[in-house]
């Protein structure tokens, strides 16, 4: 039978799916390039390694937009009681976000860059070549399009029904998302205040704005597997996202630092950055407190395990990797090397990979029509692919951390005689990436185990489908 409170929260499935389609494609092209590392010329005629990285964040940036999107979709009728103002215009939004998507990746790998800005009309409005934000102005428009469409329904919808806490903050973390994207659209010609303001997108979003989406959907699932009260879930997410906009927002200074702004960013960066793991450790507590205070025992346990390992990976990969190049004086040093690469890779993985697997985990079975849980065997495959993920990527993370450390000690801070150029470096760090990329392909397994255990109900979806239609046509009748 059909499990869904409300029917409008189906929209959610398409979103899901093909953020976990973006997924995959996201690994596999850092499979390309971690391989590229090492062994330079590797599918470079075909896939050239500005291509392969281009592709392989912005298929970061976009699948977590389509999880976020599915997220809301999926949690605010619920929380609001509620339909979905317009499950239509969910739906076309998503077709039209998804073949802008597609297409923009496509350019990347069929058309030169430069070809593909002056097809785009980037003389017109220059937007492009800019880490992370390399879409086309076209493409950052249509963005621009879905974002106000989709934070209208999440609107009417919410204005129509129910006000909480949660739905509050997951909206105002989604206006702020659209917000600050605006600034991808200014593109000063100084580099110094270009990449001044290119923060207040990449910064801004992954430590401040993200932050608020990530502790809503959190506080949604804890309520649900735990069935602690409300009020109790909702006085711990008041104080997280408070200590997150106080640390984010002026940690984006350790960013400033050597970008010619003046020195008192350094003091102001490198204190409220140093505070920045607090609302992640707060958020570690809040979780398994939540959890060993339950009341009830929820038969999906791989979706309170994602939810418990977000809490801890995040506060990781955030939080510690973030504080260990964070201070002034230490960035001074491991600015841009390769201990960065160690925080991006688990920071992500932690904070925002994971809890998109989450809400997916928890979701995904009502979706499917099986009931509040997936089998216990398909779940025994999804923690499976859970442990693989995870072990390796702090894997991942130790070895690009060694890599970035014998960086610093080679081309930074050498102990006798003159610094080693860069590509001399990267050399004596060919073992730390042959490691990396074995624990990419351990992490690519681990992803693979995790999609299959959607394989695994496949028998029971299809005879829950039949009987949904067969009831519909008995009411018919």
């Known amino acids: ?237 008041y104080v997280i996202i408070a200590m997150a906009l106080i640390t984010g927002i002026l940690g984006t200074g350790h960013h400033f630092y050597w970008l010619t702004t003046p020195d008192y960013w350094q003091w102001i960066g490198s204190i409220f950055s140093a505070l920045e793991p607090l609302p992640f450790f707060a958020m570690v507590l809040y979780a398994f407190n939540m959890v060993n205070r339950r009341r009830r025992e929820h038969p999906n346990k791989a979706a309170t395990l994602w939810a418990l390992g977000t809490a801890v990976m995040a506060f990781l990969g955030a939080g510690v990797w973030g504080f260990l190049h964070t201070l002034a004086p230490v960035n001074y040093f491991t600015h841009g090397t390769q201990i960065t690469a160690a925080h991006g890779h688990m920071a992500f993985y932690g904070a925002y990979v994971m809890i998109v697997l989450t809400i997916i985990s928890f979701a995904m079975p009502k979706l499917r029509g099986i009931g509040e849980s997936s089998s216990p065997k398909a779940q025994v495959v999804e923690m499976w692919g859970f442990w693989l993920m995870t072990i390796s990527m702090v894997f991942i993370t130790l070895f690009l951390t060694g890599a970035g450390i014998l960086q610093v000690w080679l081309q930074r801070m050498p102990e006798t005689g003159e610094a080693l150029g860069f590509m001399a470096t990267q050399d004596k760090l060919a073992i730390f990436y042959w490691l990396r990329e074995a624990a990419g392909v351990v992490f690519m397994i681990g992803l693979l185990t995790y999609l299959s255990n959607f394989l695994v109900d496949r028998k029971k979806v299809t005879v829950s489908n039949s009987q949904i239609n067969k009831d519909a046509l008995q009411a018919d009748a």
């Open 1 to 237: 039978m059909n499990t869904l409170k409300f029917q409008s929260q189906s929209v959610a499935k398409p979103y899901f799916i093909f953020a976990l389609m973006l997924f995959t494609g996201q690994i596999l092209f850092g499979l390309i390039m971690g391989l590229q590392y090492v062994v330079g010329d590797f599918l470079g005629d075909a896939i050239p390694f500005n291509v392969a990285r281009m592709v392989h964040t912005n298929l970061l940036i976009v699948w977590l937009l389509f999880g976020f999107m599915g997220a809301a979709y999926y949690l605010v009728p619920e929380e609001a009681e509620t339909e979905l103002y317009s499950p239509k215009l969910a739906i076309a939004l998503f077709w039209i976000f998804a073949v802008a998507g597609t297409l923009t990746v496509l350019g990347y790998l069929l058309v030169p860059y430069s070809t593909l800005a002056h097809m785009t009309g980037n003389d017109i409005l220059p937007t492009m070549g800019r880490e992370f934000l390399e879409q086309p102005t076209i493409t950052k428009i249509g963005i621009v399009v879905v974002c106000l469409g989709f934070l209208f329904n999440l609107g009417m919808t919410i204005l129509k029904g129910r006000k909480t806490v949660v739905n509050l903050v997951l909206l105002t973390g989604l206006i702020g998302l659209a917000v600050f994207f605006l600034f991808s659209f200014y593109n000063p010609s100084n580099i110094a205040l270009d990449k001044f303001f290119w923060w207040f997108v990449v910064h801004l979003w992954v430590e401040g704005v993200w932050e608020l989406i990530m502790g809503a959907i959190l506080a949604f699932i804890l309520i649900k597997v735990t069935g602690v009260d409300r009020e109790v879930i909702e006085k711990w997410l």
